[in-house]
């Protein structure tokens, strides 16, 4: 019940212009499913401070703390998406989600009143999906007419991933960028082509990325191209 009153008292007031209100830019985060973040409050607790946390666009309250004298009131939601997963620092009103999920990706705002100043911060956490090794099959049946004819054989390979959204997909030889292509919000699966000769020995590897994270799959020329009959998986 206090924390409840107090929380009602603290938005009265900010709404109101009783404060001074600073606020920050809204800082981007990243983070990979599965994985724990913590969001800084960059202050540390005192005698009647105020820390509030929001979540989404309906800016439901998930995490607070008031002081008043020496004892901190705490209130942690028993959201169902959050059950379990918060956790808040009682010297600094931090705040860590554990085990995230791509239902937490959202914007999170962050109420602080120390000594009677309003300070407001936002961030933007966008949770990512791990990210699956890419698969390069080679169709040797898809040999051209000319390799046939030639002492030089070329190989068909095919680079996938399957399930994956907001991703590219590369080939690389070496270190240069051969062709890629990406996917935004759909979880879908890619497929990217490619055609080497079995003589050579550039490297080559297939990379799908994310703005955090990245998986590679190296491609062994020898053991996909050795021949021009059936179908070899390689990852």
Same mark, same amino acid.
């Given at each position: ?30 983070? #990979? ?84 100043? #309003? ?117």
């Amino acid at each position: 019940m206090h924390s409840d009153a107090a929380f009602i008292c603290l938005w009265i007031l900010i709404t109101n212009g009783v404060f001074d209100v600073k606020t920050d830019e809204v800082k981007s985060v990243s983070v #990979t499913e599965g994985d724990s973040v913590s969001l800084n409050t960059d202050v540390k607790v005192q005698r009647d401070d105020q820390i509030l946390w929001m979540f989404g666009p309906k800016e439901s309250r998930i995490a607070e703390i008031i002081k008043i004298d020496q004892i901190n009131f705490i209130f942690v939601s028993d959201d169902e998406r959050f059950r379990g997963r918060l956790q808040m620092d009682n010297q600094t009103g931090s705040l860590t989600i554990r085990n995230i999920r791509s239902e937490h990706t959202g914007l999170y705002k962050l109420t602080v009143i120390i000594s009677g100043e #309003t300070s407001l911060k936002s961030f933007s956490v966008t949770v990512y999906a791990p990210l699956p090794s890419p698969i390069i099959t080679s169709n040797s049946s898809n040999c051209s007419s000319s390799s046939k004819r030639s002492s030089v054989s070329n190989c068909s390979l095919l680079c996938s991933v399957v399930n994956v959204s907001a991703v590219t997909l590369s080939w690389y030889k070496g270190n240069s960028l051969l062709s890629s292509i990406s996917v935004s919000d759909l979880s879908i699966s890619l497929s990217l082509p490619l055609e080497v000769e079995y003589q050579e020995n550039n490297i080559y590897s297939c990379v799908i990325n994310n703005p955090i994270t990245n998986q590679t799959t190296h491609l062994n020329i020898t053991q996909l191209c050795h021949s021009c009959a059936g179908t070899i998986t390689y990852d």
